[in-house]
Protein backbone atom coordinates (compact mmCIF):
# COMPACT_ATOMS: atom_id res chain seq x y z
CA UNK A 1 0.00 0.00 0.00
CA UNK A 2 2.89 2.53 1.02
CA UNK A 3 4.03 2.28 -2.66
CA UNK A 4 1.14 2.91 -4.59
CA UNK A 5 1.43 6.29 -6.34
CA UNK A 6 -2.08 6.83 -6.29
CA UNK A 7 -2.09 7.07 -2.23
CA UNK A 8 0.79 9.25 -2.23
CA UNK A 9 -1.12 12.00 -3.89
CA UNK A 10 -4.50 11.42 -2.75
CA UNK A 11 -5.67 14.32 -0.52
CA UNK A 12 -7.43 14.81 2.78
CA UNK A 13 -9.85 17.17 3.48
CA UNK A 14 -11.63 17.83 6.78
CA UNK A 15 -14.36 19.73 8.32
CA UNK A 16 -14.03 21.97 11.09
CA UNK A 17 -16.22 24.00 12.46
CA UNK A 18 -16.75 27.86 11.94
CA UNK A 19 -16.99 28.47 15.39
CA UNK A 20 -13.37 27.02 16.05
CA UNK A 21 -12.03 29.28 12.81
CA UNK A 22 -13.56 32.54 14.76
CA UNK A 23 -11.91 31.28 17.83
CA UNK A 24 -8.73 31.05 16.10
CA UNK A 25 -9.02 34.10 14.31
CA UNK A 26 -9.88 35.95 17.79
CA UNK A 27 -6.75 34.34 19.47
CA UNK A 28 -4.34 35.46 16.60
CA UNK A 29 -5.90 39.14 16.81
CA UNK A 30 -5.43 39.27 20.33
CA UNK A 31 -1.76 38.01 19.84
CA UNK A 32 -0.99 40.47 17.35
CA UNK A 33 -2.46 43.44 19.44
CA UNK A 34 -0.43 42.39 22.40
CA UNK A 35 2.85 42.43 20.28
CA UNK A 36 1.65 45.42 19.09
CA UNK A 37 1.15 47.34 22.65
CA UNK A 38 4.99 45.24 23.97
CA UNK A 39 6.37 46.76 20.68
CA UNK A 40 5.16 50.57 21.21
CA UNK A 41 6.29 50.36 24.84
CA UNK A 42 9.90 49.38 23.89
CA UNK A 43 10.08 52.08 21.70
CA UNK A 44 8.91 54.10 23.99
CA UNK A 45 11.46 52.95 26.46
CA UNK A 46 14.40 52.92 24.25
CA UNK A 47 13.43 56.75 23.45
CA UNK A 48 13.59 57.74 26.90
CA UNK A 49 17.01 57.20 27.24
CA UNK A 50 19.15 59.89 25.49
CA UNK A 51 21.37 58.50 22.77
CA UNK A 52 24.54 59.98 24.40
CA UNK A 53 24.12 57.52 27.04
CA UNK A 54 24.97 53.22 26.84
CA UNK A 55 24.46 51.05 29.22
CA UNK A 56 27.21 49.34 30.99
CA UNK A 57 27.04 45.91 29.43
CA UNK A 58 27.60 47.50 26.12
CA UNK A 59 30.35 49.94 27.63
CA UNK A 60 32.30 46.34 28.75
CA UNK A 61 31.74 45.04 25.51
CA UNK A 62 32.74 48.07 23.44
CA UNK A 63 35.98 47.78 25.77
CA UNK A 64 36.45 44.57 26.14
CA UNK A 65 36.57 44.28 29.97
CA UNK A 66 34.39 42.28 32.60
CA UNK A 67 32.78 43.06 35.38
CA UNK A 68 35.02 43.45 38.20
CA UNK A 69 37.23 45.44 36.22
CA UNK A 70 34.63 47.43 35.13
CA UNK A 71 33.55 47.96 38.87
CA UNK A 72 37.10 48.99 39.50
CA UNK A 73 36.56 51.66 37.27
CA UNK A 74 33.21 52.34 38.39
CA UNK A 75 34.51 52.39 42.38
CA UNK A 76 37.52 54.92 41.55
CA UNK A 77 35.50 57.34 39.47
CA UNK A 78 37.67 56.44 36.55
CA UNK A 79 34.21 56.68 34.79
CA UNK A 80 31.39 58.41 34.91
CA UNK A 81 27.74 56.56 34.98
CA UNK A 82 24.60 57.20 35.95
CA UNK A 83 22.59 55.02 37.81
CA UNK A 84 18.53 54.92 36.80
CA UNK A 85 16.39 52.54 38.86
CA UNK A 86 18.77 49.17 38.78
CA UNK A 87 20.28 50.00 35.54
CA UNK A 88 23.79 50.92 34.99
CA UNK A 89 24.10 53.74 32.16
CA UNK A 90 27.90 55.39 31.42
CA UNK A 91 28.02 58.31 28.79
CA UNK A 92 28.95 57.01 25.34
CA UNK A 93 31.94 59.39 25.46
CA UNK A 94 33.72 57.51 28.23
CA UNK A 95 34.34 54.33 25.51
CA UNK A 96 36.67 56.81 23.23
CA UNK A 97 37.91 58.09 26.56
CA UNK A 98 38.72 54.84 27.91
CA UNK A 99 41.00 54.49 24.68
CA UNK A 100 42.67 58.05 24.69
CA UNK A 101 43.49 58.15 28.40
CA UNK A 102 46.51 56.08 29.94
CA UNK A 103 45.28 56.48 33.50
CA UNK A 104 42.14 54.73 33.31
CA UNK A 105 43.44 51.00 31.85
Sequence with gaps: MENNPDL????????????LI???KKNQNEIAEK?????EK???HNSELPQ???TALQFRKAVHIGQWKFDQLVNSNLIKTIKKKRKIYVLAT???RFFSDPSIR
Design 8 to 19: KQMRVMYLVPSE
Design 22 to 24: EGI
Design 35 to 39: LQRLS
Design 42 to 44: LEK
Design 52 to 54: DYI
Design 94 to 96: EVQ
